[in-house]
């Protein structure tokens, strides 16, 4: 039941996604655009831009997924399709972890496979590409985890976009700094396993707390 459940969702989603496939592509070109004007701003200079490539991706990927956020339940709760989830004969986490990684897949994950090529572009010293895909890959998700708890309680107010992001930035902070943070220690010769250590775990704990977290905030919302 759970399985096909999500196929379902999943499915509807793809279908959403390809009909509002304009909209699908902002957040991956407000990311491209945001390392081109930190290129352009920079000046182009390799010696300018090395040091702080990791850091302009780690930001650029965080208000990719930002600017999405608003959008995680609001289209649900407009079109009545939010009731439905919470009259579902399978947990109501269960459906907000899926649309979670949906949104990850959709946000997150395009950057993060067009990293190399923007790392090009600002600069990123090769041997720092591998620490960086894997915080990526470790801490986007937690983002996208935190985000949904932040967009599931605003998710019965209008224009919520501003408040939103001003609710999840502070909790971004910490992922933003442990991900970019592993990144500058191993370019400085250091260990920075610490660091990706600490966003596994906390990729576990977000894996476990953030969806039932998120399906009462809905609850919450909702009454």
Do not use: C, N
Not at 163 to 173: E, F, K, N, S, T
Not at 174 to 183: I, M, N, R
Not at 193 to 220: D, E, F, K, M, W
């Amino acid at each position: 039941m759970m399985r096909s459940t999500a196929k379902a969702l999943i499915t509807r989603d793809l279908r959403l996604l390809w009909q509002r496939r304009g909209d699908a592509m902002q957040p991956a070109l407000f990311a491209l655009l945001t390392v081109v004007l930190f290129a352009l701003a920079l000046g182009g200079d390799a010696r300018t831009l090395a040091p702080v490539a990791a850091a302009v991706l780690w930001v650029a990927v965080l208000l990719a997924g930002l600017l999405a956020l608003d959008s995680l339940f609001r289209s649900d709760a407009e079109d009545g399709s939010l009731e439905q989830w919470m009259l579902a004969p399978v947990p109501l986490w269960w459906l907000v972890l899926v649309r979670t990684v949906m949104h990850w897949l959709t946000t997150a994950l395009p950057v993060i496979v067009a990293t190399p090529l923007l790392g090009e572009l600002l600069h990123l010293p090769r041997d720092q590409l591998p620490v960086l895909m894997t915080s990526l890959l470790l801490g986007t998700p937690i983002l996208s985890l935190l985000g949904a708890v932040v967009a599931a309680l605003t998710v019965g107010m209008r224009r919520a976009g501003i408040l939103v992001a001003l609710l999840a930035l502070p909790l971004y902070v910490p992922v933003l700094v442990f991900g970019a943070g592993g990144v500058a220690a191993s370019a400085q010769g250091l260990d920075g396993s610490g660091a990706l250590l600490y966003l596994g775990a906390g990729l576990v704990l977000s894996l476990v707390l953030a969806p039932p977290v998120t399906a009462a905030a809905l609850r919450i919302a909702h009454t």
